[in-house]
């Protein structure tokens, strides 16, 4: 029998996983099919309830409903714990709902793919909203040489620091603290790009040979890669690795088999900038 996936959030209508885990499937020959599904504020629990009730084997969960997803789950994977958000929920056999967070691995092997190296490097991480909180136990797990988080809100890059610093060195930094720092590898964690605004960065804060990952994607570079690579950036990626990297490790939870990201990535790419240049 067909097994029965799907992606819920609101809104859904540009989502591209059902896309991603259509390549995925096709790509390693798993009987199954993936929708997405529009759900409306307040009824994420009613929704997965009635999808897992009807034999659903799995979720993907996007904004706004990664907490709510969390606190559905019957049990949770430790890195979605310390996440605080679920996007990946998964039917187990004796019919609880096991949570999980690959936000944060699917940075991770996007890294990889690109030939980044973590272990031992200065890393840090612009934002401290939800997003930021789903990649630091990854990230962490890389053992960077210590990882500084700035924020607009300090407040915030400090409470996320102190719910980590048991995973090595974190701290929260103001941003007139960068002068004078360098780092090998800056991540964009802020929703300020979409907006086309980008935190005040000092000129020098790049180190010889740094890497600069946004989290967010899109056709053309964003705001912070522009600044990236006109402040020396030896690598620049944005997050559409991140988002098909996600994809891949939810994949991998559901079936046990781990898709090729790499031709998706490209396809996916290809395709934005098609639509860009019509
Ligand atoms: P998400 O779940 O995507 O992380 P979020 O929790 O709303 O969304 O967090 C958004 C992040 O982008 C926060 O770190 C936010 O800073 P504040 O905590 O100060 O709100 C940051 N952000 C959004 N717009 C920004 C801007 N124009 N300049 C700098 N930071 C911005």
Redesign the pocket.
Known sequence: MTDLYAVFGNPINHSKSPHIHRHFAEQTGQDMTYTKQLVVDGEFAAAATEFFAKGGKGLNIT?PFKLDAYRFADHLTPRARRAGAVNTLAAQTDGSILGDNTDGIGMIHDMHNLGWELHNKRVLI????????GILQPLLEQEPESLAIV???HD?AEQLANSFHDLGDVRALKLEELAGQQYDLVIN????S??G???PLPDDLLAPGACCYDMMYGAEPTIFLQWAQDHGATGVADGLGMLVGQAAEAFYLWRQIRPEVVPVITAMRRQMSDKNHK
């Open positions: 904004v612009l934002g401290a909203g939800g997003a930021v909180r924020n607009r809100t915030k964690g802020t929703s300020a979409l907006h605004e980008l935190p």
